[in-house]
Each structure stands twice: as C-alpha cells, then as structure tokens.
C-alpha cells in the first residue's frame, strides 16, 4: 500500500504549470491513499478531483476557509465505509484558518483489513504551539473513539506544521503525554532514514518558500499507529520526500511531499 501526504499550496503561483507536474507526478507515484491539504472546493470546482481524475474516492472538509473554499481532502483507490470530522477550532486563537482532522474508514484489500487513514491539519502559526497540542490529544482521541474494541490499523498524514521536537509531534511518537493522554506511533521517515533532519520539506531549497525565517523545515509526516508495546500495525518498507525537485523549472507546491510504502506488519 502506497501512502503520500502532499500539501498542493491551493491555486496559488503559476497553477496550471504547477497542476501539470501535480497530474503527471501523482499519476507515477500510482498512490492507494492520499492526504491533500490545502486544496480548494467552491464554485463547482473540485481541485482534488481536478488532479486525480475518477481513479479515487474523494472526501473533502465541510468547514473550508474564506471565498477561496481551502481546506484539507482524502483520495483512496478503496471505497470509503464512512468519514468523520473534527473541527480543531479550540482556541480563540485559531481564527479563520481550516484547522481540521478528516479520518476515512476504510476496508483495505490485501491482508490489510479495516484501515483508519487520518488527514490531520492543525494551527500553521509557529507561536501556536499549544493549540497544535490541543489539537493532537482531540484528533487522538476522536482516533481511538472511531477505532472501536476491534482496533483497526491506522495511518496518520499530514501537513503539522511542526518539528520533530515540538511537543505535539513528540506527543504522537510516543514520546511525550498531553492533557494525561498517551499514545505512539512509527514516523514512517524516520524509520527508514539514520539521519532524520534531512527530511525537510518546507525549505527555501524549494524557491516558491519565501520565508526564509520560518522555524520548521520537517513539517510533513506519515505516521503508522502502534500497540500499547510500540509494535506497529503495519510495516514501513520505504519512505521517500516526493515532489522535492523541479520538473522542467517547474516546483509542483511550496512544500516537499511525503512518500510511505506499507504492508501488513
């Protein structure tokens, strides 16, 4: 099972050159499950559907942001049993922006089995470190609501907008209890990388991130659920950053996206 996170950066820039290497790049990486943040749905235009064709199930955030309709989308090439939404509007402080955690239910073929797949979009703002932790323990818990007494396996992508050593990314490697919850799941890149920091993904080596200030680099994550023990549900045979090269001159978005490739542990 191919898993790819990507953050596709709206239509902002040059979008139909960008669109293009979105298309062509998607249709070769030959994804089972995506999770796109930043697209747009309004007006009858569908961006996700828009670069991925009829080849995918699509669910989209309800909630989305502003006239532009931004929000946050899963793909799978498996029909969806059902989706929940969690609003992670939890602070005051969180505003306008579409934070959100969108989960589908999914029986995957294979020997996979049911499957949670869980698109997780927290606060962006480097300052808003409590409410990315806020929000982590409720997508969490929503997580092991959804997952019932029959515990299915599950994958956590998205864009976090935080480090390795933030707290709220500490929080799902299992290396940290928030709100006096814990949990631990397997950083698909840094299971199959020694050298871990070289997983950035929102870095001015992509010249569209303009913001050479900005305090996170590794800020896109694939992570696999584990037992109360630390053993996965599925195995990582690879991971790989996805869309970190120009094609043609062309950066598909602002941020690298994240490649997993699993099978039943």
């Given at each position: 099972?191919?898993?790819?996170?990507?953050?596709?950066?709206?239509?902002?820039?040059?979008?139909?050159?960008?669109?293009?290497?979105?298309?062509?790049?998607?249709?070769?990486?030959?994804?089972?499950?995506?999770?796109?943040?930043?697209?747009?749905?309004?007006?009858?235009?569908?961006?996700?559907?828009?670069?991925?064709?009829?080849?995918?199930?699509?669910?989209?955030?309800?909630?989305?942001?502003?006239?532009?309709?931004?929000?946050?989308?899963?793909?799978?090439?498996?029909?969806?049993?059902?989706?929940?939404?969690?609003?992670?509007?939890?602070?005051e402080r969180v505003g306008e922006f579409p934070a959100t955690t969108l989960v589908a239910d999914i029986d995957v073929p294979g020997?996979?089995?049911?499957?949670?797949?869980?698109?997780?979009?927290?606060?962006?703002?480097?300052?808003?470190?409590?409410?990315?932790?806020?929000?982590?323990?409720?997508?969490?818990?929503?997580?092991?609501?959804?997952?019932?007494?029959?515990?299915?396996?599950?994958?956590?992508?998205?864009?976090?907008?935080?480090?390795?050593?933030?707290?709220?990314?500490?929080?799902?490697?299992?290396?940290?209890s928030l709100d006096g919850l814990s949990v631990c799941f397997l950083d698909a890149w840094a299971s199959t990388h020694a050298d871990?920091?070289?997983?950035?993904?929102?870095?001015?080596?992509?010249?569209?991130?303009?913001?050479?200030?900005?305090?996170?680099?590794?800020?896109?994550?694939?992570?696999?659920?584990?037992?109360?023990?630390?053993?996965?549900?599925?195995?990582?045979?690879?991971?790989?950053?996805?869309?970190?090269?120009?094609s043609d001159g062309v950066w598909a978005s602002d941020h690298f996206g994240v490649r997993a490739d699993l099978e039943p542990a």
């Amino acid at each position: 099972m191919r898993v790819v996170t990507m953050n596709i950066w709206g239509r902002n820039g040059d979008w139909a050159a960008r669109r293009a290497v979105l298309v062509k790049g998607l249709r070769d990486l030959r994804p089972d499950l995506i999770a796109l943040q930043e697209t747009i749905v309004c007006d009858g235009y569908d961006q996700a559907r828009d670069i991925l064709g009829d080849a995918f199930a699509i669910i989209h955030q309800q909630t989305r942001q502003g006239r532009d309709g931004m929000g946050i989308s899963i793909a799978s090439r498996w029909p969806v049993r059902q989706s929940r939404e969690l609003d992670l509007h939890l602070t005051e402080r969180v505003g306008e922006f579409p934070a959100t955690t969108l989960v589908a239910d999914i029986d995957v073929p294979g020997g996979f089995g049911r499957l949670l797949f869980v698109n997780h979009f927290p606060s962006y703002e480097p300052a808003f470190e409590r409410e990315r932790e806020l929000q982590s323990v409720a997508a969490a818990r929503l997580i092991d609501e959804l997952s019932g007494a029959d515990r299915p396996r599950v994958v956590l992508a998205g864009d976090l907008d935080a480090d390795p050593r933030a707290a709220s990314i500490r929080f799902w490697s299992g290396r940290q209890s928030l709100d006096g919850l814990s949990v631990c799941f397997l950083d698909a890149w840094a299971s199959t990388h020694a050298d871990s920091d070289d997983g950035q993904t929102f870095t001015t080596r992509n010249p569209l991130m303009s913001s050479s200030w900005w305090p996170f680099t590794r800020i896109d994550y694939i992570f696999v659920g584990c037992d109360e023990r630390g053993r996965p549900g599925l195995r990582v045979v690879d991971s790989a950053r996805v869309f970190d090269q120009a094609s043609d001159g062309v950066w598909a978005s602002d941020h690298f996206g994240v490649r997993a490739d699993l099978e039943p542990a």
